[in-house]
């Protein structure tokens, strides 16, 4: 059972979002010069997946009622699409031949990196 603390009066009837901080494992396997493509492929249709995922998600909020819920939907819309990250999985493919897979949580780490060294936590 999880337990926790509510942070709204009343009762709530419906699907429960459950926000798991495990780990999230690499599976070291490395690719070859021939599986480059294929992989980056793989990755760039996770990414449109996942913008697609994101989408319906919002598509479904009402954005005055649900609006924490929307903004951080929108904001990881934003994320999905940022050039940066996109970047970075391709380098880790191309350049360390890393699974598409690997590639995007290698690529997450490093952005979550250097987000953590920001000062400014408005940043």
Do not use: C, W
């Amino acid at each position: 059972m999880l337990r926790g603390m509510g942070v709204s009066p009343g009762i709530a009837i419906g699907p429960a979002l459950v926000y798991n901080n495990a780990a999230i494992g690499l599976t070291n396997r490395m690719i070859t010069v021939n599986d480059v493509e294929s992989e980056k492929q793989k990755a760039g249709a996770a990414i449109a997946d996942t913008r697609t995922e994101l989408e319906g998600i919002l598509a479904k909020l009402d954005p005055e009622r649900d609006k924490t819920m929307f903004d951080l939907i929108e904001i990881q819309i934003e994320l999905a699409e940022d050039p940066m990250l996109g970047d970075k999985i391709y380098q880790y493919i191309e350049v360390s031949y890393h699974n598409a897979g690997d590639a995007v949580i290698l690529a997450s780490e490093d952005i979550a990196r250097q987000f953590e060294g920001f000062e400014n936590e408005y940043l």
